[in-house]
């Protein structure tokens, strides 16, 4: 097979009867798109013809085309517990440094206490917010089953729960508390959706 016959485009019978041998030897552009593409002299087709128009996922009909909240609570869990060791970290940091510094400490004691303070506030930040995120999931999960939908409510009664649960054996008062800042702050958190998509109806369902 000849250097030649690889470098032939697709033609029509009446371009390849009419065309020159020497037009048709050195043309390498498509008659529809007008640029030139590799053309496989195997098959004899232009491979241009063969690219994907389809969605590259199929979803069952009817089924929604973005993460429930299921498939979303893994990367909110782990996530509040990265951000929670980290502002804690910071957070045992600063106090650390203050406190040895007031101690006038310095040397393997300044490191000890440094390291202690880091690793305490740290773990403990990060287990409190890892622990409201499972919370927050599990009752999304839950209403999300028991409704039917997802949508804002989902979201600001799963804050509210959240917050009753967590303060539940701090006393009454504290727990009233705790679900008043639950419904707070997803309230805020939808009103914000809301706001950004421009319209009354968010599009933004669940976080």
């Given at each position: 097979m ?7 485009p ?9 065309e020159?041998?020497s037009n048709r030897?050195?043309s390498?552009?498509s008659?529809l798109?007008g640029?030139?593409?590799p053309i496989?002299p195997?098959l ?7 690219q994907q128009?389809?969605p590259e996922?199929?979803f ?6 973005q993460?429930g ?5 893994f990367s ?12 804690g970290?910071?957070?045992?940091f ?6 040895t ?7 393997k004691?300044w ?9 305490k506030?740290g773990?403990?930040?990060?287990n409190?917010?890892?622990t ?5 999931s ?6 999300q ?10 979201t600001?009664?799963?804050g509210?729960a959240?917050g009753?649960?967590y ?5 009454l008062?504290?727990?009233?508390l705790?679900?008043?800042l639950?419904?707070g702050i997803?309230?805020l958190y939808?009103?914000f ?6 319209s ?5 369902k669940?976080?």
């Amino acid at each position: 097979m000849t250097d030649d016959f690889l470098n032939k485009p697709l033609l029509s019978p009446s371009q390849d009867f009419d065309e020159p041998k020497s037009n048709r030897s050195t043309s390498l552009s498509s008659p529809l798109t007008g640029f030139s593409a590799p053309i496989s002299p195997y098959l004899n087709y232009d491979p241009r013809f063969l690219q994907q128009v389809q969605p590259e996922f199929i979803f069952p009909e009817g089924a929604t085309k973005q993460r429930g909240r299921f498939e979303l609570a893994f990367s909110q869990i782990g996530t509040s517990v990265m951000a929670g060791a980290g502002v804690g970290g910071m957070a045992g940091f600063y106090n650390g440094l203050k406190t040895t510094t007031a101690l006038k400490q310095s040397g393997k004691l300044w490191r000890t206490q440094m390291l202690n303070h880091v690793m305490k506030q740290g773990s403990g930040t990060a287990n409190t917010l890892g622990t409201l995120a499972v919370m927050y999931s599990a009752f999304g999960v839950l209403l999300q089953n028991v409704r039917g939908e997802d949508d804002d409510l989902n979201t600001i009664l799963a804050g509210t729960a959240t917050g009753f649960l967590y303060k539940s054996t701090a006393g009454l008062k504290k727990c009233a508390l705790g679900g008043a800042l639950g419904l707070g702050i997803t309230s805020l958190y939808c009103l914000f959706q809301m706001t950004r998509s421009g319209s009354s109806d968010s599009s933004m369902k669940f976080f």
